[in-house]
């Protein structure tokens, strides 16, 4: 085998939601580079994608924008047909979309813990039940899941970023189990804390060197931290690698 090959994605296309901005648009990049042809889904305007894909483009790679909301299927659907059209295939799907609300878990209203599963948990489910029949013809396929330490450790006020979090393990898990006979891996990452604008607030509000504190390797985590793993799960690397998660979290979990 040429293991010099081991981590190359030429030809390939991923999908990553969530990737106009922070963790997906890092992600994006780092795929990019090593040869995939990339389709950004988010929810932002599609103005802002573009920006995003012009990006993508300078590194020799097909890019398609596409504005998405994981949430509704029809959305998902539409993702799923214009890549194929575009690209003629999915090889990779990278479920990033996730948003955060924070609170005690008295001041949670039913609408704020459906929003959240909404996007956080329902989200990745749609996306993965739309590729899989592509997934399941071309009898390989790497799903990865970006889950977040929260998934397995409290914080306060995270209650329902940390369930959300939490089942998308569980359904990592049962998935690898379920599509393995067609090829699939079905994967998770799971972050540490991560500079991001959705941690903005938390770190001004907690103080920097004090969450690092948290980190034995005494580290907020960059967007760019999670490439490596990303890269990994979706090249041929890990191609006997499903049903993991695999904690990027400077050694918080240990």
């Known amino acids: 085998m040429d293991y010099s090959k081991l981590f190359?994605?030429?030809?390939?296309?991923?999908?990553?939601?969530?990737?106009?901005?922070?963790?997906?648009?890092?992600?994006?990049?780092?795929?990019?580079?090593?040869?995939?042809?990339?389709?950004?889904?988010?929810?932002?305007?599609?103005?802002?994608?573009?920006?995003?894909?012009?990006?993508?483009?300078?590194?020799?790679?097909?890019?398609?924008?596409?504005?998405?909301?994981v949430s509704e299927p029809s959305d998902v659907k539409k993702l799923v047909e214009?890549?194929?059209?575009?690209?003629?295939?999915?090889?990779?799907?990278?479920?990033?979309?996730?948003?955060?609300?924070?609170?005690?878990v008295?001041?949670?209203?039913?609408?704020?813990?459906?929003?959240?599963?909404?996007?956080?948990?329902?989200?990745p489910f749609l996306c993965a039940k739309e590729v899989f029949p592509i997934m399941k013809r071309n009898k390989k396929g790497k799903?990865?899941?970006?889950?977040?330490?929260?998934?397995?450790?409290?914080?306060?006020?995270?209650?329902?970023y940390g369930s959300s979090k939490g089942g998308l393990l569980t359904f990592t898990r049962q998935l690898a189990v379920e599509w393995a006979e067609f090829g699939i891996n079905v994967n998770a990452i799971c972050p540490g804390l991560v500079?991001?604008?959705?941690?903005?607030?938390?770190?001004?509000?907690?103080?920097?060197?004090?969450?690092?504190?948290l980190t034995p390797m005494r580290k907020i985590l960059t967007p760019e931290d999670l490439v490596g793993a990303v890269i990994f799960l979706a090249s041929a690397a890990s191609d006997l690698v499903t049903g993991h998660a695999l904690y990027v979290d400077g050694g918080m979990r240990s």
């Open 8 to 69: 190359n994605l030429d030809g390939q296309t991923a999908i990553i939601t969530g990737s106009a901005r922070g963790n997906g648009k890092e992600i994006a990049m780092g795929l990019a580079s090593v040869g995939a042809n990339i389709v950004l889904a988010d929810i932002l305007l599609l103005e802002k994608l573009q920006e995003v894909a012009k990006e993508i483009e300078s590194k020799g790679v097909g890019c398609l924008p596409i504005q998405t909301d």
């Open 82 to 104: 214009k890549t194929v059209d575009k690209f003629g295939n999915i090889d990779i799907l990278v479920n990033n979309a996730g948003i955060m609300i924070r609170g005690k």
């Open 106 to 123: 008295e001041e949670w209203s039913k609408e704020d813990w459906r929003k959240i599963l909404d996007v956080n948990l329902i989200g």
């Open 143 to 160: 799903i990865i899941n970006i889950a977040s330490i929260d998934a397995v450790r409290g914080f306060p006020g995270k209650i329902g």
């Open 195 to 213: 500079e991001t604008s959705m941690s903005k607030d938390l770190i001004e509000r907690e103080g920097r060197e004090k969450l690092k504190l």
